[in-house]
């Protein structure tokens, strides 16, 4: 079945430190990633995407992210976290020729001063 | 350029009531999706449309009704509300499925 997992409920990290927050996937075919961010009461927002390319893809607010076929992963990553970065972070997966996205339940970063 | 808009932002209904959720883009985009969000949880997809006049079933259609009759609007109806239906409701739209959805506020409906 195809399948989005976010693995870690919460990841939490000080501010300056590097952050990743992961993501995999099962899904036949060759799929399209997404990251999106959510802040409180508010929609989700876009902060990047891969189809097709180079691996590591780079986004909004700095943040970018590797595609790892062989372990069907796509991480976010941050070299540097911010308070303001503390949000709800979604990964989501479209796949074969399907016209809608899979999301992960989701994973809550909390940057600590 | 306003985005995506919802309407209303909140909503309390009492059991069996029923109401629709105003979802608009401005963006020109075919694509439209009706998200529900629930405490803790991702997003689960009711419905989407590819186009005007041709809907289709998401993951957790029951209870709920779509209609696509222009480009810009995608209304989600709710006839008999029950409280498993109490959750944040999003709207998206997107250029095709390849490229980003775009979300609106949301709409928080709470049935008691």
């Known amino acids: 079945a195809q399948s989005v997992a976010q693995p870690e409920d919460q990841v939490n990290v000080a501010e300056g430190n590097p952050l990743t927050v992961k993501c995999t996937y099962s899904?036949?075919?060759?799929?399209?990633l997404f990251w999106y961010v959510q802040y409180p009461n508010r929609g989700l927002q876009f902060l990047l995407k891969?189809?097709?390319?180079?691996?590591l893809v780079k986004g909004s607010y700095g943040f970018e992210a590797e595609f790892n076929k062989s372990q069907t992963s796509f991480h976010l990553k941050k070299p540097s976290a911010l308070v303001s970065d503390s949000a709800l972070y979604f990964c989501?997966?479209?796949?074969?020729?399907?016209?809608?996205?899979?999301f992960g339940a989701g994973t809550r970063l909390a940057v600590h001063p | 350029n306003a985005g995506v808009t919802q309407t209303p932002k909140f909503r309390i209904l009492k059991i069996g009531q029923s109401m629709t959720l105003q979802c608009a883009q401005d963006?020109?985009?075919?694509?439209m999706y009706w998200y529900r969000q629930d405490p803790g949880m991702g997003l689960k997809l009711i419905y989407y449309?590819?186009?005007?006049?041709?809907?289709d079933k998401g993951e957790v259609p029951n209870g709920y009704n779509v209609s696509r009759s222009t480009t810009e609007d995608f209304p989600l109806r709710l006839e008999l509300a029950a409280p498993s239906q109490t959750s944040v409701y999003f709207c998206?739209?997107?250029?095709?499925?390849?490229?980003?959805?775009?979300f609106g506020p949301g709409t928080r409906l709470t049935v008691t």
């Open positions: 998206a739209s997107s250029y095709s499925p390849q490229y980003e959805q775009y």
């Open positions: 899904v036949s075919g060759n799929p399209y």
């Open positions: 891969y189809i097709t390319g180079d691996n």
């Open positions: 989501a997966v479209r796949f074969g020729g399907y016209n809608k996205l899979i």
């Open positions: 963006m020109n985009h075919n694509y």
């Open positions: 449309s590819v186009g005007a006049g041709i809907t």
